[in-house]
């Protein structure tokens, strides 16, 4: 069992910048591969961007260029750095981890919210 808590979500202008993180119970070097997804209200979860345990790194379209996710195995925890948002950034952010076989997301964070006015 993984228990993965969020935080850093908040309210920012456009144009502003928010560092989110997420704190895993476990050696995060034993995972394979994490991720932050964000849903919005009314629209489907998507994926923002997901890290491997090699480092490898890969985002969603809409956020390329803006958006970094980052690991630190030694604090357990993976970071979202978020820069120049957007209104349409607007959502709840969710931390996950990948199933290994799978390659699925199998254990996720409750949520943080980011709001980005215009």
């Known amino acids: 069992q993984v228990q993965l808590v969020e935080s850093g979500g908040g309210l920012v202008q456009a144009g502003g910048s928010l560092r989110l993180s997420c704190a895993a119970s476990?050696?995060?070097?034993?995972?394979?591969?994490m991720g932050w997804y964000r849903q919005a209200p009314g629209k489907q979860r998507e994926l923002v961007a997901r890290?491997?345990?090699?480092?490898?790194?890969n985002y969603a379209d809409s956020v390329k260029g803006r958006f970094t996710i980052s690991r630190d195995n030694a604090k357990n925890t993976v970071y979202l750095q978020m820069n120049s948002l957007k209104p349409e950034d607007t959502a709840i952010y969710y931390c996950?981890?990948?199933?290994?076989?799978?390659?699925?997301?199998?254990?996720w964070g409750r949520g943080t919210q980011v709001t980005v006015s215009s």
């Open positions: 890290i491997t345990s090699a480092g490898s790194t």
């Open positions: 996950n981890t990948f199933h290994p076989l799978t390659i699925v997301p199998d254990y």
């Open positions: 476990v050696n995060i070097v034993s995972i394979n591969a």
